[in-house]
Nanobody
């Protein structure tokens, strides 16, 4: 199983960035896909999740600014991040979770830096 994240970068406050996570080795449609993040000295936190049916959930801190989406044909999940703030800076992790299969997988993480 591989969750390969792309899109790391340095952006200025107010800027935007798009992360993508390509999966392999899983039946993508059976998994809730999510993005999590971990800032230095802080615990990993959920940013957004999306079910196979397209139902989404967001943390309060990113609602209205971030959008999660998935392309089941490409087995890829995306995170469009707009109006970035310095507090959004963190390592972002892709996650695949299936309660049905009792499986949970993490990607390797990608660094997002928000700084002027």
């Amino acid at each position: 199983v591989l969750l390969q994240a792309y899109g790391r970068g340095l952006v200025q406050p107010g800027g935007f960035l798009r992360l993508s996570c390509a999966s392999s080795g899983i039946i993508f449609s059976l998994y809730v896909m999510g993005w999590y993040r971990q800032a230095p000295g802080k615990q990993r936190e959920s940013v957004a999740t999306i079910t196979n049916g397209g139902r989404t959930e967001y943390s309060d801190s990113v609602k209205g600014r971030f959008t999660i989406s998935r392309d089941n044909a490409k087995k890829t999940v995306y995170l469009q991040m707009n109006s970035l703030k310095p507090e959004d800076a963190a390592v972002y992790f892709c996650n695949a979770d299936s309660i049905r299969l009792s499986k949970n997988y993490w990607g390797q993480g990608t660094q997002v830096t928000v700084s002027s």
